[in-house]
């Protein structure tokens, strides 16, 4: 395996960062998960459009262009020979000393991984999730924006370790009103009487590419879709229920804290999106 690590290619052993990396000592820095399908890297342009972003907002210089960076990350995915990936971008704030300060860290870190993807057992996908609301709020937007994918994801953590406790692969995070937001590292999509719903950026959620592939093809299928606030009730009274992310692609939910979603199978709003996606993917991308 190669890793991109500043500038240069370096093995597994060689790619290493300072123990006075901020991104370490503070979690301060960002990242994005991306995937390749058959050849082509899904949605290169959006996610660097969304790193870009994350960093404007926490006044982090990143060492290389977006024409750099694009480079990087398919050169990444080449050398590593691989038609299929899932490509982990970095960039931490760098080495500076114990204090917080980020202007005592001269330089960012940028670091791209490209590994096989390890997927969720196909059974998930054909009789959908069990999922279950967790204790842990979901960061707020006047603390910590999820729209900024920084490397501080305790927060998620918390309420993976939840998921674990429980048993459950994946939950459902409130934010601190107590409207649904997301998962831990998926976005939640709701049916009812035919449109699709989801949580607007504002309640404090990632913008996930996929929720905005998702949005697009059920557009683009004549189904109405709003983004909209929405509470455990709502999950509990809705139609059909689905997860969206870079890993988990488009998967069903069929059960909510006890209750049944819909008649307790994937939908067939959810099976049409889901098989839009799957093709949509193989299709579409930057070519390697
Ligand atoms: N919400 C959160 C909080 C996320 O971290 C998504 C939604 C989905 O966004 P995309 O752009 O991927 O459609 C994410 C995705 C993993 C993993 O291995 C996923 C994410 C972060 C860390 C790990 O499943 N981000």
Same mark, same amino acid.
């Given at each position: 395996?190669?890793?991109?690590?500043?500038?240069?290619?370096?093995?597994?052993?060689?790619?290493?960062?300072?123990?006075?990396?901020?991104?370490?000592?503070?979690?301060?820095?960002?990242?994005?998960? !991306?995937?390749?399908?058959?050849?082509?890297?899904?949605?290169?342009?959006?996610?660097?459009?969304?790193?870009?972003?994350?960093?404007?907002? !926490?006044?982090?210089?990143?060492?290389?262009?977006?024409k750099?960076?694009?480079?990087?990350?398919?050169?990444?995915?080449?050398?590593?020979?691989?038609?299929?990936?899932?490509?982990?971008?970095?960039?931490t704030?760098?080495?500076?000393?114990?204090?917080?300060?980020?202007?005592k860290?001269?330089?960012?870190?940028?670091?791209?991984i490209?590994?096989?993807?390890?997927?969720?057992?196909?059974?998930?996908?054909?009789?959908?999730?069990?999922?279950?609301?967790?204790?842990?709020?979901?960061?707020?937007?006047?603390?910590?924006?999820?729209?900024?994918?920084?490397?501080?994801?305790?927060?998620?953590?918390l309420?993976?370790?939840?998921?674990?406790?429980?048993?459950?692969?994946?939950v459902?995070?409130?934010?601190?009103?107590?409207?649904?937001?997301?998962?831990?590292?998926?976005n939640?999509?709701?049916?009812?009487?035919?449109?699709?719903?989801?949580?607007p950026?504002?309640?404090?959620?990632?913008?996930?590419?996929?929720?905005?592939?998702?949005?697009?093809?059920?557009?683009?299928?004549?189904?109405?879709?709003?983004?909209?606030?929405?509470?455990?009730?709502?999950?509990?009274?809705?139609?059909?229920?689905?997860?969206?992310?870079?890993?988990?692609?488009?998967?069903?939910?069929?059960?909510?804290?006890?209750?049944?979603?819909?008649?307790?199978?994937?939908?067939?709003?959810?099976?049409?999106?889901?098989?839009?996606?799957?093709?949509?993917?193989?299709?579409?991308?930057?070519?390697?």
């Amino acid at each position: 395996m190669q890793i991109y690590l500043d500038g240069k290619f370096v093995s597994p052993e060689e790619a290493k960062v300072s123990v006075f990396d901020h991104g370490l000592l503070y979690g301060d820095g960002i990242f994005e998960g !991306i995937r390749a399908y058959n050849g082509r890297v899904f949605k290169l342009t959006e996610h660097l459009d969304r790193l870009y972003e994350s960093a404007r907002s !926490i006044i982090l210089e990143i060492p290389l262009s977006w024409k750099e960076m694009e480079e990087a990350v398919l050169e990444t995915v080449r050398r590593n020979g691989l038609s299929d990936a899932y490509i982990r971008l970095v960039v931490t704030r760098g080495a500076g000393d114990l204090g917080l300060d980020p202007r005592k860290c001269p330089r960012a870190s940028v670091f791209v991984i490209a590994d096989k993807i390890t997927l969720w057992p196909q059974e998930l996908y054909t009789r959908g999730l069990k999922v279950k609301t967790v204790a842990t709020r979901r960061n707020s937007v006047d603390t910590l924006n999820p729209r900024i994918k920084s490397l501080n994801y305790l927060n998620n953590v918390l309420a993976k370790i939840e998921a674990n406790l429980m048993g459950y692969p994946e939950v459902v995070m409130l934010n601190s009103q107590g409207f649904v937001v997301e998962g831990t590292g998926d976005n939640i999509f709701i049916v009812k009487r035919g449109t699709l719903i989801t949580p607007p950026p504002y309640v404090g959620i990632l913008e996930g590419i996929t929720r905005a592939t998702i949005m697009d093809l059920a557009r683009g299928m004549g189904t109405t879709v709003a983004e909209d606030l929405f509470t455990m009730h709502d999950l509990y009274v809705a139609d059909e229920c689905f997860l969206t992310g870079t890993a988990a692609e488009v998967i069903p939910v069929v059960e909510v804290d006890g209750r049944r979603v819909g008649n307790g199978t994937p939908g067939p709003v959810t099976a049409k999106l889901m098989a839009a996606f799957r093709e949509y993917a193989q299709s579409n991308g930057t070519l390697l």
